[in-house]
C-alpha cells in the first residue's frame, strides 16, 4: 500500500516563500513513476501545479513556472515543493499525488490528505 502524507502549509504574507513536504509510505511491491503536487482553489477545479518522475524530470504549470520548485530525497522519502514570490491566487490547499504500478503490472494512483496555503496579507 502506498500512503502520502502532506505538511508545511500555513499563512504566508505576499512574495513570502512557503515549502511543502510530502512523506512517501510505500511497501516494495509498488513502482512509483512520478510524484505530483496538485492544488485546489476554492470554487476551483484542481489542478496540476508540478510532476518529479522517477528519472528526475520535472515540468510545471505555467502559472507557477519561475517559482515553485519540486525535488525528491529518495533516501528519507519525501518530496518538496518550494513556492517563492506566493501570490494570493497561489491560495488552495495542495495534494501530493502518486502514480505508479504494483508488482503484478496494476496501475495506482495515491491521493494525500491535502495541506491549506494561504497567501495574505
Known amino acids: 500500500q502506498v500512503q502520502l502524507v502532506e505538511s508545511g502549509g500555513g499563512l504566508v504574507q505576499p512574495g513570502g516563500s512557503l515549502r511543502l513536504s510530502c512523506t512517501v509510505f510505500?511497501?516494495?511491491?509498488?513502482?512509483?513513476?512520478?510524484l505530483d503536487w496538485y492544488r485546489q482553489a476554492p470554487g476551483k477545479e484542481r489542478e496540476l501545479v508540478a510532476r518529479?518522475?522517477?528519472?528526475?524530470?520535472?515540468n510545471y504549470a505555467d502559472s507557477v513556472k519561475g517559482r515553485f520548485t519540486t525535488s525528491r530525497d529518495n533516501a528519507k522519502n519525501l518530496v518538496y515543493l518550494q513556492m517563492n514570490s506566493l501570490k494570493p491566487e497561489d491560495t488552495a490547499v495542495y495534494y501530493c499525488?502518486?502514480?505508479?504500478?504494483?508488482?503484478?503490472?496494476?496501475?495506482?494512483?495515491?491521493w494525500g490528505q491535502g495541506t491549506l496555503v494561504t497567501v495574505s496579507s
Open positions: 499525488h502518486a502514480v505508479g504500478l504494483t508488482v503484478t503490472f496494476t496501475s495506482f494512483e495515491v
Open positions: 510505500s511497501g516494495r511491491s509498488f513502482s512509483i513513476n512520478a
Open positions: 518529479i518522475t522517477s528519472g528526475g524530470s520535472t
